[in-house]
């Protein structure tokens, strides 16, 4: 993944929900006053405990990774991975450059809803933890097929969702497991779901993991 995002020109359609920018939150603007309540100082307990079970290797892309702990957790698991962060923010990406290299990681400044075409089918895997609770709820079929659009096929998608929060304004934005089929279901088989055994304070029995696997798409006859 050499692909330079900064100079590519949008890939969504005009009129489409992330094109319309509905997220009134200016993430830079919390990065640089400090304001983030998110940042635990460590990977997801539920990326981590799925790890010590399970390599997650090859070319992986980690949206909206903020301070990049589970890129750090990704890429220290050697050879055979490379992690790219993406985030909107360029302070929360310098901050993720200014930690010591776990291995074979890299951070990006963009906006999922606007990757380049080069960037199409070129990860093996996506590793979603706190994006998309992040991003407006009218953005969530945007996001979607952002994931899919740029796995490879075949390509998995492991995500620690956010089901609940205990602030009833979001973000973070709560979903439920019927919304996440839902959206997922006719792009993503689900192969693996459980609730993860560790969580950051407060979010202990709030969250869902699952990896899914991008669906063929199937010729007609
Ligand atoms: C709640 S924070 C979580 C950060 C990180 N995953 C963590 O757990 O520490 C959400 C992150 O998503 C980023 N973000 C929001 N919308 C995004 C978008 N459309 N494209 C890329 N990053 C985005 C924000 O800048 C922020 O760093």
Redesign the pocket.
Known sequence: MNANINSASPSEPPGSA?SQNL?PVN?EER?RAGDTP???GYA?PGLTEFLERHPILGEILV?????G??VRALAAQGKGVRVLG????PT?VRLAESFPRAGGEAYEV????HLPPSWSEGFDWVVE???F???PPEARADYVRAIERVLKPGGRYFAVFYLNPAAPKG??HGVSREEIDHLFHARFRLLEEWRPVGAFEGREGRELCQVRQKVEKTVSP
Do not use: V
Not at 63 to 67: Q, T
Not at 110 to 113: H, K, S
């Open positions: 992330s997220d993430w990065y998110w940042d635990e997801a949206p909206g990774s903020g301070p702990h589970d993406l985030d909107l923010s929360a963009g906006d999922l809803f933890h706190t994006c609770c992040a991003i973000p973070p």
